[in-house]
């Protein structure tokens, strides 16, 4: 055998029909095998963005357009109780947390539009309701927070003409409007009567009236939203699947200094573009915010149903009074302190800051100001979006967001003139989701475990097939070489006797593909 030449080799497979078949399977099955461990991935991205794209009709669409999830919102509301002392003695304002009140929702995207171009508009309706059993206590709970109308107007006539100021506080005389206001949850959030904005609905010229006379944290926010949004359905570019690309007939933000902060190219962090790794950067809009949110990968995590994902949250410096924030303060310095988002530009003028709850990430000084409110903990307070990465779908969501108003003290409106300075923290809430429902859990995991097995299966299946059969046609081809090679060394006599079938069933096939 140690003899055998490559040319007998050659010469036995050239007179070999079977053996010549064999081993081109075989190679075909090995390079089929090496293209399924090469391209499987590329072929389960190119299907899941297939599958993807929100097309009228198809089932991703319909789960997007009615998802299939229980959100819910809870509302942690900061009652005064030392309401007269802090007005009168100068002391800190002293809290008391209340909640959850807690809120169930319903998300529908009504009056769609195919735009025909790889885009929708639609307008988001949201629907809350109460959950009793849920909650802290019933959402009619009286509870003190400061006068947010009435606030906002003396911390905005601060740099009016004194005589306005004056007349400001004749009218509050008159209306009995006091700092602290003492309304139910319910009112505080969707809405009460206020004096001031009826008035200022009066009286002020149409075209810088506020839109309500009601006012409430949530006001409006039940029911169909009046804001025709435009998103990308990751039919042209799946990079933009689910982003925004106007909200309100506006591509970009009217209020900030440079382009990139005006920037409104992020989802509403329900869906994002699928493949999403650990070094990518998400990015969420919202209205109320004013302004994108970035989200940075922290963890590995999984789901209660067993499904892998990434939690993403926003980086530490996301509102620090720093350099790549200093476009958000087109009016300072001076500018909010750090931890502090100031909307006022998106609230109609009224100082209303944003943070995260308890002051989480924000300048120590803010939680010092008041008492009653306990130290920040990440895995309570922070904001965070669970993502299935291959698909880019949320699994689980806290946004929290803490309401504050940044009272500025004037002392020509007798009211307010013992009013200090002071970043006073409203309420904050987090809305989300816990799990999605078990048919898109069921088809997530199995969008994630069935691809690595089916490639390890095909790749491996194929390349050991191709590798037996090799093995299988060479030690034929061996043994048959050697045979000859035997045969014409030895002669006849001394030949091992060949296995008996071998000939004819060679001779068989030979006939047989003759034919
Ligand atoms: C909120 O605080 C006030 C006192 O300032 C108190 O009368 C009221 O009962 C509190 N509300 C709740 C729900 O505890
Ligand atoms: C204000 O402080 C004074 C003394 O510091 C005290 O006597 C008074 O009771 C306080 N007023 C209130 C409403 O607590
Ligand atoms: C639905 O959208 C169309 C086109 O954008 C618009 O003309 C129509 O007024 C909308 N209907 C409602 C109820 O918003
Ligand atoms: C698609 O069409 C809509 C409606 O005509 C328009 O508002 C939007 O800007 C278009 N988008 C792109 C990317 O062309
Ligand atoms: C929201 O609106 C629905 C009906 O439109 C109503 O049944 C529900 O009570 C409202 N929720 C709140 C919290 O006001
Ligand atoms: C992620 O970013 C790090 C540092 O920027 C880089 O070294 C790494 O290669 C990136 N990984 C991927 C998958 O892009
Ligand atoms: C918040 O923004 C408004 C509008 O730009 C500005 O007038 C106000 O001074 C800002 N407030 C703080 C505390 O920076």
Redesign the pocket.
Known sequence: MVHLSFSRVMETLRSNRKLRFVLATAVILLLLGIICAIFFGTWVRLFIDHELVLRPGSMTFEWWARPPVRPFVRVYVYNVTNADEFLNNGSKPILDELGPYVYSEEWEKV?I?DNENGTL?F?YRRTYTFQPELSAGPDDDAVVVPNIPMLSATSQSKHAARFLRLAMASIMDILKIKPFVEVSVGQLLWGYEDPLLKLAKDVVPKEQKLPYEEFGLFYGKNGTSPD?VTMFTGAADMAKYGIFERYNMRDKLPHWSTEQCNSIAGSDGSIFPPHITRNDTLAVYDKDLCRLLPLKYLRDVESAAGVEGYRFTPPEDVFAADEHNKCFCPAGPPCAPSGLFNVSLCQYDSPIMLSFPHFYLADPSLLEAVEGISPPVAEDHRLFIDVQPEMGIAMRARARIQINLAVSQVVDIKQVANFPDIVFPILWFEEGIDELPDQVTSLLRLATKAPPIARAALAWGLSALGALLILLAVTCLIRSSHRQSTLRLEGHAVAKPPPAKTPSKENGYELNSRR
């Open positions: 009056n539009t508009s307008h025709v």
